[in-house]
DNA sequence: TGACTCCTTGCACATATGTTCAGAGTGCTT
DNA sequence: AAGCACTCTGAACATATGTGCAAGGAGTCA
């Protein structure tokens, strides 16, 4: 065998892609691999990790079709969206929900996002939470647009939504459109004035065609306030008009209240949100919720009719559907 | 909590589901998983096992589509088909080779079958090892088609063929059209008179209207001969008629020459299996192949034009390419 | 009810897998 | 060439997982 040898010497991907194949499809040991690939156990222990975490291998759990949960079907019936309610115990801290639901998510989102796809994302603690757990998945010309603007009056915020959607973009490969503006202008006027700029003409078409969304809802007034809330990004005048206002929640900075209605909210003609209506027109608007929190703030989102796809843990679905 | 609890007690498998979930997903412990399911480690290792062996838990393999082998892509340009070229160690027996070949092709066979299906399939020995170690997937009016008769003159092959069958349309949950014929009729009008039949009538149009074959290839002449011709289906009279045909294999029991030419081969008009129009005709054409010994009569599969995914050992692959 | 089979469970042990750590290799700088 | 920062390796250890086995139901039958 002069030149034309086992694998094309291409490099260490390729022995990781054996080495997942004689795993988890051929139920090889790790010892046994190791005998074939010329190298120690460990190693390809280390080869199998890297398979994992780099999306080679792909892991789906796939539930008989027809047994949805009860919960599932009841959220179906009540709201008419999609839940993947994920099982995490009673008892668990509010940190554990998160981190659990965030990790679920994060390795199922690629089923979802593909090739030529533009996704919008909403930053704050959940959407941070899962993109640091992404599975890569390898795409051509997507898209990342950022929902909505990230600057506050005292801190930089910025690199914070930044490095959330960079996040995004690297793990799938794909272009990021990033939204330089504050969360919300002191004035309407100045939206109003920079909303006609090019640059951002671009970027509300992008939010106008996106193919997914993805966002959590904020929670205002429960005991564990979202990012938002804690961030320095409204002050104490601005809250209580949120309250007066009736205001539940909001998704990617955009409130709503309890009948999911948005009229006459003034934080909302300074917010820099997607349009409620934009974000109905996404044919997949994925929602991630974890803790009881922010059942209520859920609830209003739901009457908006802003999701399609919900993945919540099983004890706020519970205190959803009561 | 007095009816509401956490998975609606349907039974055993959706514990398995939520097992497989935490395990794959949220990368618990199996310790961990216990604890939330309430029971011991040793069932959860057993649950898993279950979830994996049932179809609940789908692992697969995703190359970056950019780097099919080299031997894959020599087999693509030269042949026009797309190769699964799966590693073996070079010094593993054939009976490993094979194993480990039905395995893989187990395992992924469920990417090719689906709801509403037709699926041709042949037997022989490595017909017999693939149906050992189907995953089972669930479809809805989904078909399995025998390709060729199974009876010989002097031993039960009929249960043979059917135990392999039956395998596939259990693990697949599809029904099963069996051909209880003989291999070889020993007069030629017999067939033609049983082909007007109107039981196989039905089944010769099934056969024309698979959407899947799934076959391997025969290898009559080399070292290791397959099943067929060893089994008592040939005499010694029919062997040489065959050699003196220049006959290198079959497939289903029909066979060919070097260049795929099937002319003149007296044994194919006493035969049962599909005329390789009918093949041809097929969308997808999936050949099984372990083994150097069967090499030759893969070429002239290949000649033919049989085959449109090829699943193959690394040895085998390389032997083909020279 | 008692005898029986069949199935499930958890324990204890045998294996298999993950991870730390010290040392070897590589490429770059001086 | 020596120094340095870096990455990769395999041995040894720490965990996690798989499995034989005996014990404990649940169901059936006489």
């Given at each position: 065998m002069p030149h034309s040898n086992d694998p094309p010497l291409s490099d260490r991907t390729n022995d990781a892609l054996t080495a997942a194949q004689l795993y988890?499809?051929?139920?090889?040991?790790m010892e046994a691999i190791a005998q074939e690939l010329h190298t120690s156990r460990s190693s390809v222990s280390r080869l199998l990790s890297q398979a994992r975490a780099s999306g080679l291998v792909d892991i789906q759990i796939r539930s008989?079709?027809?047994?949805?949960?009860r919960v599932e079907k009841l959220i179906l019936d009540r709201f008419q969206v999609t839940a993947h309610v994920l099982p995490v115990p009673?008892?668990?801290s509010d940190v554990d929900r998160l981190e659990r639901v965030a990790l679920s998510v994060a390795r199922i989102l690629g089923e979802f996002f593909d090739s030529n796809m533009i996704m919008g994302i909403a930053w704050g603690s959940t959407m941070n939470a899962v993109s640091r757990h992404l599975t890569p998945k390898r795409t051509h010309n997507a898209q990342i647009v950022q929902l909505n603007g990230a600057g506050n009056t005292r801190s930089t915020g910025l690199d914070y939504a930044n490095e959330i959607l960079r996040r995004f973009s690297n793990a799938y490969d794909a272009r990021l459109e990033q939204f330089p503006v504050p969360t919300f202008f002191d004035d309407p006027a100045t939206r109003t004035a920079y909303w006609r700029e090019r640059g951002l003409r671009r970027l509300l078409e992008m939010q106008g065609n996106m193919d997914v969304a993805l966002f959590s809802v904020g929670s205002p007034f429960s005991m564990v306030p979202s990012h938002v809330y804690v961030g320095?990004?409204?002050d104490d005048d601005e809250l209580a008009a949120l309250s007066d206002a009736g205001v539940v929640g909001d998704v990617a900075t955009v409130f709503y209240r309890a009948d999911g209605s948005t009229d006459g909210i003034p934080l909302n003609d300074r917010g820099t949100g997607p349009e409620l209506s934009v974000l109905r027109r996404t044919p997949r608007r994925i929602c991630v919720v974890a803790g009881s929190s922010k059942v209520d703030s859920l609830r209003g989102a739901l009457a908006a009719g802003l999701i399609t796809d919900l993945f919540i843990d099983e004890g706020t679905a519970r205190a959803l559907v009561e």
């Open positions: 988890y499809v051929q139920d090889l040991t008989p079709l027809d047994a949805p949960s009673d008892h668990a320095g990004y409204l």
